[in-house]
Structures are given as C-alpha cells and as structure tokens.
C-alpha cells in the first residue's frame, strides 16, 4: 500500500525537493520527481548540480534512455504514464499523479500560497478517501502535524 507524505507550508518547495531527494539517494532509494511544467524542470536540474559542490545527485529526464538506470527521475504531466522506478514519487505538480499507487510512498510539497494550498487539499481528501495512509509535516517547523 502507497504511503503518502505532505510537507505544508514550504517556503521553498524546488529546495525541500532537492533536499529530499539528495536524502533518499544517499539512504539508496531510487526517486521520481514530477514538476508542473519544464521551466520549473530545469530549475531543479540546475539545483542538482549546484546545491552542493562536493556531492553527486545522478538525475536526469523520465524520457532518457538512461532513465532505468539511473537513481533519479525528473517528469512532467503528460510525459509521467511510465516511471522507471516505483519506490518514491515527489510531487510539486498541482494534480494527482497518474499511476502514483505503483509507488511504495509519495511525498507532496506544498508551498505556503493559497493557490497552491487548495489544489493539495483536494490530493489530500484524493488520498483519503482511497485509504491511503497519510502523514503531514510542517516544512517550515520542520515538525510533524
């Protein structure tokens, strides 16, 4: 059964992804990352590379003939039908990701707007009514809900 995580109140939400990413591949978790559109994409592409020059985060796109064999995913709606992993999905894209039950745990990071919170509760009572089990944090506190 899929486990789902919210983080609310982000701050930063391309910055927790990075930061939750780098977290999972050092523990040896296999990642897919879904953005909401390209731009946003290639902004955490950038952040792989950057956010700490003496670590290595393997990434790249959903669609590269390398994406089986490498530890994180990067995906957009439209292109994110077949993930090639199925161990943990992040989700910045405003909708509920299609296929996410093939995952053994999702984590959705909510940024502190409203036109960003009301799409998440709507995930959130998604999540629900599917009896999946849910945890939610404060990102900012850094404490659990």
């Known amino acids: 059964m899929t486990k789902v995580q919210f983080y609310h109140n982000t701050p930063d939400r391309l910055a927790l992804a990075c930061e939750l990413v ?3 591949h050092a523990g040896g978790r296999q990642v897919a990352v879904r953005l909401p559109d390209g731009v946003q994409a290639r902004k955490l592409d950038l ?5 700490d020059p003496l670590a290595f985060l393997p990434h790249v796109s959903n669609n590269s003939p390398l994406a089986a064999e490498t530890p ?9 039908t077949d993930w090639p992993h199925t161990d943990l999905l992040v989700n910045l894209a405003e909708d509920l ?13 909510v940024g502190q707007a409203e036109a960003e919170k009301a799409p998440a509760r ?15 944090f404060d990102a900012e506190r850094r404490v659990a809900l």
């Open 72 to 80: 994180v995913v990067l995906g957009v709606p439209g292109s994110d």
């Open 122 to 136: 709507h995930r959130w009572m998604q999540y629900k009514a599917r009896e999946l089990p849910l945890k939610a």
């Open 22 to 24: 780098a977290r999972a």
């Open 97 to 109: 990701p299609p296929g996410f039950d093939r995952f053994r745990m999702v984590v959705e990071i």
């Open 47 to 51: 952040m792989m590379w950057t956010s």
